[in-house]
């Protein structure tokens, strides 16, 4: 079709020379130096550092090398020779670098020195440590600590989680947000109810013994590619791939291995997705209720010629709930299923009949599940699925989440958590003779209605950039300004950093790319992968400056300066050697993490173990639970006229809210991240034509007057009646209150949103100036 031709595309596959240009546009050719070269040969192998990307996993016997384009962008991009200096900060005030774009905050390279923020100049000076320490712990020691918030973005080590959570514990609260809040919570809170596991089940070994693979809303080629090797080789074994996304993801059609010679001098491709089904947004619930309702008609079929395709043996011994289930799925219409899934019948019997026949099936995801207002209906559906044919806790089966951040799992797993039912507290009371806290912490969006309430005073960011990553950013960062005390650990300056509170300090840290010496030596880090292995991490390169300071030690600083004295809490021991901080997460942990030091480098990783792996249900019941969902539709809210589900998405050119570039490769999107993308028909129907300017609305119906303006149509190959445009750029159009219901992931794979026509047209291949915004409450 023509309109189809105009669509924005890209013609190769993903990884092939694509991926080594990708770096290059980035980096120059200069980034093949001999030092950096050296830094990536070392990349996810044992004795070497953990990729500070993706939580992929890092296999026993690598590849000689074992990262991908967008792990060495990831380390590149902290091995950069830029500093953003004193002199930097004293030449800019706050208010002017306000108006800069994310992106050359972050261009301004690596912190170098501790730095206090001064309000009569609106600057932030340079500062010693133990006057941060002093400050910070005088201000804490002064606040109610269930006032304070301590965030984490998933990237600090194990070592740094732990000493972290329990500094939140001694001093008095479990408010542990951390971007899993945003990101796979459903997971965790949906897992945990229906298997009774918070994480996947699959490891690496069930990807080469399965024989199918159901793949949802999982960016592989950019957000995992490392993850396309696996793919790759399965693909062809001849393991059916089905995958269910509204877009045409390159990653998961088709890949040039960049790692093979042959493969790159012969620009053979894989196959990767034997199906593809451009699902609705929001669309899953109905999607998984098709394929099991072929699956309760195929089991219909067999039982005439005296077979069964359900799994009865396991359904009987390891399962409750089938019955509910099943009455639920028979009784609904097709027409029904086929509305909400935008898919038809025939092609959801088609991928179902895949399943039908498979004997080892794995079901992955990623965002696309998860950051829905039903996304825990998602996860709970997939879950159903799998169980009606007994592939849960088989080798070659399993449900696999694909982790985030690097450590994201593994923080969670030593203590990190706002739900203190997670926490051993009886450990840690015995362990250091007090009495930790109780009571529920704030998660994300708690945090924010907090800070936006004022009920909280104080936040410490060990990473990220909360206010570029959460929902409803307008009114957070208004709110933002009126804390007591802002503190952010970092790498590189980024907006966070730039809403000081009353009392401000933004603290310099070693990344994880840098050598780490303390009084004892060198230091190993850790942390556990996306298949619940634990990985050492030691890394050789000179920090970016000698001012910076360890993420262990300055938690620890802090942490001294705020707390009494307690002679089993020896922080300055501890960051002297951090072997004796696993000895502790040892003790807290004995099942997960006994002889931690002695199977640090274990090559591939330990594997802390899954119960639900194991087929032991550490549910209500006992069993797995098959859930019925109450609602068909993941996106929670109603169509309406003119009302769009906005995807909100990340480009190959960004980690999150760092944005290396402006080439979303895989996508063929040049040039700018300030697009709409709209499917050509929608396009017509709306009365828009490509490179006009438009603006979206907030559609929420909750009063409240959120936009985003300066976008430009871009024909895009999308299901009707959604949208797809850049996060972060669009998430002041995300309300607070739009997120899953039960874990409270923010819903930013389906916004309600409207299309405003703007005056004038972009010419082609414009940068334009970045987007707008605006938040007007009713
Ligand atoms: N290079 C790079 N790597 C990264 C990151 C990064 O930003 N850059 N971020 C890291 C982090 S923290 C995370 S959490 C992961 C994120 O990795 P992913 O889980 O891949 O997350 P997203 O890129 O947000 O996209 C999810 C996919 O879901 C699809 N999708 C959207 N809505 C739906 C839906 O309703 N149903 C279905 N079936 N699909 C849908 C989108 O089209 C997209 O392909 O990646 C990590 N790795
Ligand atoms: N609309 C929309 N919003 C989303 C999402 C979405 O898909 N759509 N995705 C959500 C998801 S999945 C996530 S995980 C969150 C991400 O939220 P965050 O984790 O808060 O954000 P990041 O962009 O990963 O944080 C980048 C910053 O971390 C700092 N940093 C980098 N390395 C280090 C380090 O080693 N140590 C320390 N201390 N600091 C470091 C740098 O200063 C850098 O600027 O965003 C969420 N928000
Ligand atoms: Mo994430």
Same mark, same amino acid.
């Given at each position: ?256 291995? /960049? ?141 696999? /989440? ?20 997670? =926490? ?9 003779? =007090? ?133 089993? =809490? ?209």
């Amino acid at each position: 079709m023509a309109e189809e031709d105009r669509t924005a595309h890209y013609d190769g596959p993903s990884g092939g020379w694509g991926s080594v240009r990708g770096i290059s546009s980035i980096f120059g050719k200069e980034w093949a130096t001999p030092l950096a070269i050296e830094t990536l040969m070392r990349q996810n192998k044992p004795g070497g550092f953990m990729c500070v990307s993706c939580s992929w996993a890092k296999p026993a016997s690598p590849h000689t090398f074992e990262f991908c384009e967008n792990g060495a962008k990831a380390t590149l991009w902290d091995l950069t020779s830029r500093r953003c200096t004193p002199e930097f900060f004293a030449g800019h005030s706050l208010a002017e670098l306000r108006e800069w774009k994310d992106y050359d905050l972050e261009q301004q390279g690596r912190l170098t020195h501790p730095m206090r923020y001064d309000a009569t100049t609106d600057r932030y000076l340079p500062c010693g440590w133990d006057e941060a320490f002093q400050a910070i712990g005088r201000e804490l020691r002064a606040l109610e600590p269930k006032s304070a918030v301590f965030y984490s973005s998933g990237r600090a080590s194990l070592e740094t989680a732990y000493l972290y959570a329990l500094f939140a514990r001694l001093y008095g609260h479990n408010n542990l947000p951390d971007s899993s809040n945003m990101c796979h919570e459903t997971t965790s809170v949906a897992l945990k109810q229906v298997i009774g596991a918070s994480v996947g089940t699959v490891v690496f070994d069930d990807l080469s013994s399965c024989d199918c693979m159901f793949f949802f809303g999982q960016n592989t080629g950019s957000n995992s590619p490392r993850f396309l090797h696996p793919l790759q080789e399965a693909a062809r074994r001849g393991v059916q791939i089905i995958t269910f996304n509204p877009v045409r993801e390159k990653g998961l059609e088709v890949f040039t291995n /960049p790692q093979s010679p042959t493969e790159m001098l012969t620009g053979r491709e894989t196959r990767i997705s034997s199906q593809y089904h451009q699902v609705r947004p929001g669309g899953d619930i109905a999607v998984l209720m098709g394929i099991c309702k072929h699956v309760f008609a195929a089991d219909d079929a067999a039982r005439k010629q005296g077979r069964r395709v359900l799994d009865t043996d396991f359904i009987q011994q390891h399962t409750h709930g089938l019955k509910a289930f099943e009455a639920q799925v028979r009784a609904m219409p097709w027409s029904r299923i086929e509305e909400e899934s935008g898919l038809t019948q025939q092609a959801i019997e088609g991928a179902a009949q895949v399943y039908v026949e498979s004997e080892r099936t794995i079901g992955i995801y990623g965002m696309g599940l998860t950051q829905h207002a039903h996304g825990f209906e998602n996860v709970a559906m997939l879950v159903n699925m799998l169980l009606l044919k007994g592939n849960i806790g088989r080798d070659g089966t399993g449900i696999s /989440p694909v982790r985030g951040h690097s450590n994201v799992q593994g923080q969670r797993t030593v203590g990190i958590s706002e739900k203190p039912e997670l =926490v051993p507290l009886e450990k840690l009371a015995a362990q250091f003779n =007090v009495k930790p806290p109780r009571d529920k912490g704030m998660n994300t969006v708690e945090a924010c209605e907090g800070i936006i309430s004022g009920k909280v005073r104080a936040f410490i960011g060990l990473g990220g950039n909360f206010l570029r990553a959460i929902p409803e950013r307008d009114r957070m960062e208004k709110a933002w300004a009126g804390l007591r005390l802002t503190v952010q650990v970092a790498t590189k300056l980024n907006r966070s950093h730039l809403i000081p509170g009353e009392v401000a300090y933004l603290l310099p840290c070693l990344s994880r790319t840098e050598e780490d010496i303390q009084a004892s030596g060198p230091q190993a880090v850790s942390m556990e992968d996306t298949f619940s292995c634990i990985h050492g991490s030691v890394a050789r390169r000179k920090p970016a400056s000698e001012h910076l300071r360890s993420e262990p030690a300055i938690v620890a600083g802090m942490a001294k300066a705020t707390l009494p004295l307690n002679n089993r =809490v020896k922080w300055d021991e501890w960051v002297a050697d951090y072997t004796r901080i696993r000895d502790q997460i040892a003790e807290s942990y004995p099942e997960e993490f006994h002889d931690f030091n002695a199977r640090l480098f274990t090559p591939g990783g330990f594997y802390r173990g899954n119960s639900a792996r194991e087929r032991i249900w550490k549910t209500k019941s006992g069993k797995a639970e098959f859930t019925t969902p109450k609602t068909m539709s993941a996106a929670g809210f109603a169509d309406a006229p003119g009302r769009f589900r906005l995807i909100t998405m990340r480009s190959n050119d960004q980690f999150n809210t760092t944005i290396y570039g402006y080439s979303d490769r895989l996508r063929g999107i040049e040039g700018t991240r300030d697009v709409l993308l709209i499917n050509p028909e929608e396009m017509r129907r709306a009365g828009l034509r490509e490179g006009q300017l438009v603006s979206l609305a907030s559609d929420a119906e909750d009063g409240v007057e959120r936009s985003v303006h300066g976008l430009v149509v871009t024909p895009f190959s999308l299901p009707d009646g959604c949208l797809g445009a850049y996060y972060p750029e669009m998430n002041p159009l995300m309300p607070l209150s739009h997120h899953d219901e039960q874990s409270k992931t923010p819903a930013t794979k389906s916004v309600p949103v409207r299309i405003r026509v703007e005056e004038g047209m972009a010419r082609a291949g414009d940068r334009k100036e970045p987007a707008g915004h605006t938040t007007r409450p009713a």
